[in-house]
């Protein structure tokens, strides 16, 4: 009877139990991971140290005297903290006009793209008509056009239409931005199209759901637009330049400039000091927005 028992046990239990492998050790592939993670953490540190660099020179040479700036070696650390440099920023140049026509232009350029561009990019992707992703390829190709080559008729339509200094010149140069609609098409794509269809069944017209449904749910991508569109006109220097020539119109840039280009001995202690003022700006904005910038790039390319 045991015999038979013996011949009837079945065989992959046995080869189960006489090739279960001994469990391994996991010391060496354990520290080898944290060894490639802290190694990973020391270049990213080093990255962001050299990246950083020039803005912590740059608000300590604010807090310089005019000959410590360039010192032969460079002195990170001034000796003397000199905060006067802010408060002559401030009284030896017209820079509160400089911030509020830069604010107004950006805020201005920043709201029009948005609302230009998430209109624009519902047509192209939830509107179907003929020729409709060629004409997005056509206007998206407009962005490999360097702004150069036609900033020439650009003035001469302008001037020709009386506008050429003054605010609006700029602001509905760049009331229309081809990025912003790229950006804003991709994200509508992400939204389910019943969403849009049951509101079509409820009778809500095509503004109404660009309005209340796909605005609402867009809130990453147009946090991106918004910051991407508010650094570059504030940053912007040669547009300003050819179309604002009256000094009441400058902006930072064009302020700044003229700053240094005015004087036969710069004090860039003050300069620095009003270069910090104009970064301040846009870190406030880049901080406040940085989660949704991350979010709203990040799904910009999914499509699903």
């Not at 140290?49 to 300590?60: D, H, R, S, V």
């Not at 979010?295 to 699903?304: D, F, H, N």
């Amino acid at each position: 009877m045991s015999e038979t028992m013996t011949l009837v046990t079945p065989p992959a239990r046995r080869r189960r139990l006489s090739v279960e492998p001994a469990p391994r050790p996991r010391a060496a592939g354990q520290r080898r991971g944290i060894a490639l993670r802290v190694l990973l953490y020391v270049v990213l540190i080093v990255a962001a140290a050299a990246m950083l660099t020039p803005f912590f020179w740059m608000i300590m040479s604010s807090l310089k005297s005019a000959n410590e700036v360039f010192s032969v070696p460079v002195r990170w650390i001034p000796e003397v903290f000199v905060w006067q440099n802010y408060v002559d920023i401030w009284t030896r140049a017209d820079i509160g006009t400089w911030i509020r026509n830069t604010l107004v232009l950006s805020v201005s350029v920043t709201a029009l793209q948005v609302v230009t561009g998430s209109f624009a990019a519902y047509g192209f992707s939830r509107i179907r008509f003929a020729g409709r992703d060629a004409l997005f390829l056509l206007y998206i190709g407009t962005i490999a056009v360097p702004w150069q080559s036609y900033m020439i008729p650009q003035f001469i339509m302008l001037s020709d239409a009386g506008i050429a200094n003054t605010l609006w010149s700029v602001i509905l140069l760049q009331a229309f931005g081809a990025f912003g609609v790229f950006l804003m098409k991709q994200f509508y794509e992400t939204v389910p199209e019943e969403l849009s269809e049951a509101a079509r069944l409820d009778g809500v017209s095509e503004y109404g759901i660009w309005w209340r449904i796909m605005l609402p749910l867009s809130v990453p991508a147009i946090a991106s637009l918004s910051l991407l569109t508010f650094v570059n006109t504030w940053n912007d220097y040669l547009g300003p330049l050819i179309y604002l020539r009256d000094p009441s119109l400058w902006t930072m840039q064009l302020g700044l400039n003229n700053f240094v280009s005015s004087l036969y001995d710069v004090d860039y202690g003050v300069l620095f000091a009003g270069l910090v003022i104009s970064v301040v700006p846009i870190a406030v904005v880049f901080l406040a927005g940085q989660r949704f910038f991350v979010e709203g790039i990040a799904t910009s390319g999914m499509k699903g």
